[in-house]
């Protein structure tokens, strides 16, 4: 079955302890991304990804690394989470790798983090 | 930055009546693209209009583009319960040096009631 998986799904954590999300899909999609979404703020974009090796920041970036060493995997890193970073996050996968990634979107079921 | 929003932020409809979202964006875009999100879950899309058409229809759903207004909206007939969700709209946007960004408005929250 075409998905993206995340995982954990539910994490709760203290400041200050690194973290790791990770998001994995399987249609060889060459576009990926990260989002946070916040009540009031909708979708924001952290960091996105057009291929292995190549990552953009997005919105809101800061607080935040990734890594795309492989194409099917797009780790979020937390390396010193904060309280303003509890949020539910998605992952998505689209096929387009060109200019203009725009493709449809497939996301991930969400991580929902709290950082106490 | 925040490309499109969302008109109205809520909406809330009786069972089989129709329901109209609209989204506006301030640059120029490729492609709009509409999803939907029950609450706390992913998204879903559900159709997305290239920037030279003008209208698209899946199913009950209808969307709409007019590049001259900067503006889109969705129409879902005939609206069910199972409808109720929240309703994005995503535009794509040059983000500068060669590279475009999907952003995504806030959303309408849809309540279909029964």
């Known amino acids: 079955e075409a998905q993206v998986t995340q995982n954990p799904r539910y994490l709760i954590t203290v400041t200050g302890k690194k973290l790791t999300v990770t998001c994995s899909q399987n249609m060889n999609h060459e576009y990926m991304s990260w989002y946070r979404q916040d009540p009031g703020l909708g979708l924001r974009q952290i960091y996105y990804?057009?291929?292995?090796?190549?990552?953009d920041k997005g919105d809101v970036p800061e607080g935040y690394k990734v890594s795309r060493k492989e194409k099917r995997n797009f780790p979020l890193i937390l390396e010193s989470p904060s309280p303003n970073q509890t949020s539910l996050y998605f992952c998505a996968s689209s096929l387009s790798a060109g200019i203009i990634p725009t493709d449809t979107q497939y996301f991930g079921p969400g991580t929902r983090l709290t950082v106490l | 930055s925040q490309q499109g929003e969302e008109d109205p932020q809520a909406l809330s409809i009786q069972e089989g009546e129709n329901a109209t979202m609209n989204c506006s964006y301030k640059t120029s875009i490729n492609n709009l693209q509409w999803y939907r999100q029950n609450s706390g879950r992913g998204l879903v899309h559900l159709i997305l209009?290239?920037?030279?058409?003008r209208e698209k229809h899946s199913g009950r759903l209808r969307v709409t583009l007019d590049t001259s207004k900067k503006s889109s909206s969705l129409l879902i007939t005939a609206s069910r319960a199972a409808d109720t969700a929240s309703y994005f709209c995503a535009t794509d946007a040059y983000s500068g040096a060669g590279s475009y960004q999907l952003t995504f408005g806030k959303g309408t929250k849809l309540s279909v009631i029964p």
């Open positions: 990804s057009m291929n292995v090796e190549v990552t």
């Open positions: 209009i290239r920037s030279n058409e």
